[in-house]
């Protein structure tokens, strides 16, 4: 069943991108984003996304304007859900705010909607069990840029039905993306195993093995790896590199998850990568 339009809760850098591929994959996209800024942000850099895309060969479209048409804004959540066939929130990072809004889109859905969490960490069993409909919740996990880069982690909570990881595997497909199927374990896939690397990058900047640059060269050039830890890191956001790491060693209590002091220190200082222009490296 192809799915028509979904509902994007948050236009942050994983919103925004979400929004721009299912848009330039012929699916209405209706976004709530309450913050004004934030969307005028979105929606500039949207528009440029898809005019270099067009530009570099990588979108068969003839103008931005086809896929554009697509995006419906509002600052209103039930606006935005009200006649989707699918949900996908993408707000910050916080167990909390997450949970408060599953309980909110439950309450103004249509029970057989799927409810999708963009999150990198968080559980999906815990966030469904705040809701009445913990078989129709699922991860969606992207990957920044979500435009660009092909995976997306499906994760099944405890209660997930197959049913929902079906219609999610072929949502994925319709946008683009290359869908695979994690367990709702910390971390989930991807990020169980690079934050330990980002980790210990910064203990060894910390420790005065090497300087970033040293570290990040050896790591690309040594390892094959396209970006160093320390380069990603600013390109994923420290703070989100903070809070994946905390719910890595509280969950499963592995002091190998212990955060860096380096890092909790940047990230207390506002020093977040690329998006406070100051990290690891300047920008």
Known sequence: MSIERIAVIGAGTMGRGIVETAAVHAVDVHVAEIDPEQRRMAETQIETSIAKAIQRGR???????????????????????????????????????????????????????ILASNTSSISITRLAAATKRPEKVVGMHFFQPVPIMQPVEIVRGVRTSDETIVQTRQLTEQMGKQAFTVSDTPGFAVNRVLMPLVNEAVFALQEGVADAETIDSLMKLGCNHPMGPLELADFIGLDVCLSILQVLHRELGDPKFRPCPLLVRMVNAGQLGRKSSEGFYHY
């Open 59 to 113: 979108l068969d479209l003839p103008e931005p304007d086809e896929a554009l048409q697509r995006i419906h804004w509002t600052t209103e959540i039930a606006t935005a859900t009200a006649d989707a066939d699918f949900v996908i929130e993408a707000v910050p990072e916080w167990e909390e705010l997450k949970t408060g809004l599953f309980k909110q889109l439950d309450a103004l859905t249509k029970p057989e909607i």
